[in-house]
């Protein structure tokens, strides 16, 4: 039996699918760009939740987050600063070292629990919530950014000294290449960037193209954010600082989108140097690469900012593409795939599908042909929202058994604005994605289909009601100036 092929994986944080699938979209990506063209683009690939932690569960386990039970965030500033992805749960990177010798290597953002890399056994971690103190593979950053001229943050910032974090991450990984290219095992090797995640604080030199972006360039959907008609109360409110947006003037949203554009044009430049060195060491022969995101950012949609509980598509599309070096092509590129399904994909096309079920081996995106993406939510920060969703290619359907369901025909609102939830002529395609995603909450033991006591949409699990709010230990939007 010949060696399978080495799995490379490249993670953004909170990237936009637009950004790298939309014709003429202003933010620039070259070097995703032309990986596109050697690779296989997934232009209909969603998260399984717009949230950190979960969709990193379902990522790494493959189960939805209502069966590894990460349904909210945990580390940093969250609200279960101490959680974490339990040991019960094997991780697609265990089962790759276990179950098909593969060496190991992660660089980046984890989000799964402080030194839980560690505590499973992996030890080549670089720069990582993941990693563990003592062995100095906690994040770091010895050239810290110095902030130059008008700041506003977590908005926007910019900077002529100084490193990014992932920057730093970039250079780090490049390194684990080339060790592990070294050796004769087959590895599995992850680069998790925190950005384009805010805060949007980027190399200045990324930003020049966009200086001349104008308060006209907001999207389409931008509304007076929490005063949408016909929304669901959850989306009534902010939930963290950051998302309260409803002092940002036009001109703070312009320069938001342009730092958000600038950072992802700086990681596309880091994912250039990356792509070099997988070239240099001649790893494109023989390794499977992935680019890919957890979920996107509102950016403005409906007049807000970061992600939330809700179901557009700026948050829960995400930018997919698989270079496959043997060139075999999909059964439908069109199809719709998820994030949870990405491991199972990469390890079917590395040859290595011995170690995963049959019912995981049939759903690698290389094997599908399917026509709609299911979509969770729980909780945020400890308050909890109820959401199920079913979205195809025309309509998007979500349910929320104490809260307004929305119903979007995506042909003729693409900007979600109308919701058509209770029209008479509605009814029937309601009732169709209603039944549909019963069926799927069924067949994957979703007790929220049996839920009868539920909590007031936004309320604290511990108790608190949606007026509180829980001392996340962050600081609210600033204002400043740096050094001229």
């Not at 997934?42 to 790494?60: E, I, Q, S, V």
């Not at 959850?234 to 554009?261: E, F, M, N």
């Not at 403005?300 to 992600?307: E, I, S, T, V």
């Not at 509605?426 to 289909?449: F, G, K, S, Y």
């Amino acid at each position: 039996m010949s060696q399978p092929l080495n799995i490379i994986l490249l993670m953004a944080d909170q990237w936009r699918w637009d950004t790298v699938f939309r014709p003429g979209h202003v933010c620039r990506t070259p070097q995703l760009d032309r990986f596109a063209e050697r690779a296989q683009p997934f232009t209909n690939a969603f998260t399984c939740c717009p949230l950190c932690t979960p969709a990193r569960g379902a990522l790494m386990t493959g189960k939805w987050p209502h069966q590894n039970h990460l349904m909210d965030n945990v580390s940093g500033g969250s609200y279960h600063p101490h959680g974490k992805l339990h040991m019960s749960h094997r991780t697609y990177l265990e089962r790759l070292r276990d179950d098909a010798g593969y060496a190991l290597a992660y660089c980046g953002k984890w989000h799964l629990g402080d030194a839980t890399l560690h505590e499973r056994g992996i030890h080549n971690v670089r720069h990582s919530d993941g990693g563990a103190p003592e062995h100095g593979t906690t994040p770091s950053r010895p050239n810290r950014p110095k902030l130059q001229g008008e700041w506003f943050t977590p908005f926007y910032a910019s900077f002529t000294e100084g490193d990014t974090l992932d920057a730093v991450r970039a250079r780090a990984f490049r390194q684990q290449l080339a060790q592990l290219a070294a050796g004769d095992e087959p590895f599995c090797a992850m680069l998790s960037f925190s950005g384009p995640h805010f805060p949007h604080t980027v190399p200045r030199r990324f930003l020049e193209p966009y200086s001349d972006t104008s308060p006209g360039s907001m999207p389409t959907n931008y509304c007076t954010p929490f005063c949408e008609p016909g929304k669901p109360v959850a989306q009534s409110r902010p939930y963290w600082p950051c998302q309260d947006t409803r002092g940002l003037t036009p001109d703070d949203w312009a320069k938001t989108c342009a730092h958000y554009w600038a950072f992802c044009t700086h990681l596309d430049d880091e994912l250039g140097a990356v792509f070099g060195t997988i070239g240099e060491l001649g790893l494109w022969e023989n390794s499977v690469v992935a680019f890919f995101a957890d979920h996107g950012e509102m950016l403005g949609a409906h007049g807000n900012f970061d992600k939330g509980p809700y179901f557009y598509d700026e948050v829960v599309r995400i930018p997919l593409i698989v270079a496959d070096p043997a060139g075999r092509p999909p059964r439908d590129a069109g199809s719709f795939v998820g994030l949870r399904d990405l491991f199972p994909t990469l390890i079917d096309l590395a040859g290595a599908s011995h170690l995963l079920a049959d019912a995981e081996r049939t759903r690698s995106g290389w094997r599908t042909a399917h026509d709609a993406a299911l979509i969770t939510y729980d909780a945020y920060q400890g308050r909890e929202f109820k959401l199920r969703g079913i979205r195809t290619e025309r309509w998007k359907y979500t349910w929320s058994p104490n809260d307004l369901c929305e119903l979007y025909d995506l042909a003729d609102d693409p900007g979600e604005r109308r919701n058509r939830i209770g029209e008479p002529a509605c009814q029937p395609i309601t009732q169709r994605l209603h039944t549909r995603l019963r069926n799927w909450m069924a067949a994957e033991d979703d007790v929220l289909l049996h839920a009868r006591h539920l909590l007031p949409v936004g309320a604290y699990a511990d108790g608190r009601g949606v007026e509180e709010q829980h001392d996340h230990g962050t600081r609210p939007p600033t204002r400043g100036h740096g050094p001229a």
